[in-house]
T-cell receptor, first 112, second 115 residues
Framework: AQSVTQLGSHVSVSEGALVLLRCNYSSSVPPYLFWYVQYPNQGLQLLLKYTSAATLVKGINGFEAEFKKSETSFHLTKPSAHMSDAAEYFCAVSSRVNNLFFGTGTRLTVIP | DAGVIQSPRHEVTEMGQEVTLRCKPISGHNSLFWYRQTMMRGLELLIYFNNNVPIDDSGMPEDRFSAKMPNASFSTLKIQPSEPRDSAVYFC?????????????FGPGTRLLVL
């Protein structure tokens, strides 16, 4: 079975500060891991994904995430937050079939 | 490409009425997913199709919910009769037929309010 846990339902950072959103996964097989972002009143869109190639994955808008098997983690980071990063972020895991298992989401607020 | 198209974008209905949500996946995608998003339960997978065939409907809440995919370019999610607890945002997503690593592309959602 697969699942993800996102620590912190709300995270606030100042503009220009480091963004760190935490995700831990559970999977009985080598996982595929994803981060999606949802802006207000929109659907989810992919930020980045890990599919067993490089453990450090770079995505859109300056975000990146590192797969750490020993810690079962896939935390999302961005060196410098921008106001436009305010959104809800979802971590998700899948195995070798279609369906994704999403976390409960983390709402990011960026303070000017 | 127009992306995943959902209609209507907003629906307000009264308890007991039938509601039909529609989805057009991205052309060439063979997998289609229906999700429901609420504050209380987050994002839940309701059902998904591969090549128009329902693969897993274990997330469908009860018999009031049904989904069909008559062809590769169209799917419906029907609620009959609707209840206030069905109020949520319903998303459709599509992806290439997959080994699990393909990106799912989400539509803008249908915001349903059942009074």
């Amino acid at each position: 079975a697969q699942s993800v846990t996102q620590l912190g339902s709300h995270v606030s950072v100042s503009e220009g500060a480091l963004v760190l959103l935490r995700c831990n996964y559970s999977s009985s097989v080598p996982p595929y891991l994803f981060w999606y972002v949802q802006y207000p009143n929109q659907g989810l869109q992919l930020l980045l994904k890990y599919t067993s190639a490089a453990t450090l994955v770079k995505g859109i808008n300056g975000f990146e995430a590192e797969f750490k098997k020993s810690e079962t983690s896939f935390h999302l980071t961005k060196p410098s937050a921008h106001m436009s990063d305010a959104a809800e972020y979802f971590c998700a895991v899948s195995s070798r079939v279609n369906n994704l298992f999403f976390g409960t989401g983390t709402r990011l607020t960026v303070i000017p | 490409d127009a992306g995943v198209i959902q209609s209507p974008r907003h629906e307000v209905t009264e308890m007991g009425q039938e509601v039909t949500l529609r989805c057009k996946p991205i052309s060439g995608h063979n997998s289609l997913f229906w999700y429901r998003q609420t504050m209380m339960r987050g994002l839940e997978l309701l059902i998904y199709f591969n090549n128009n065939v329902p693969i897993d409907d274990s997330g469908m809440p009860e018999d009031r919910f049904s989904a069909k995919m008559p062809n590769a370019s169209f799917s419906t999610l029907k609620i009959q009769p609707s209840e206030p607890r069905d109020s949520a945002v319903y998303f459709c997503a599509s992806s290439p037929l997959t080994s699990g690593q393909e990106t799912q592309y989400f539509g803008p959602g249908t915001r349903l309010l059942v009074l």
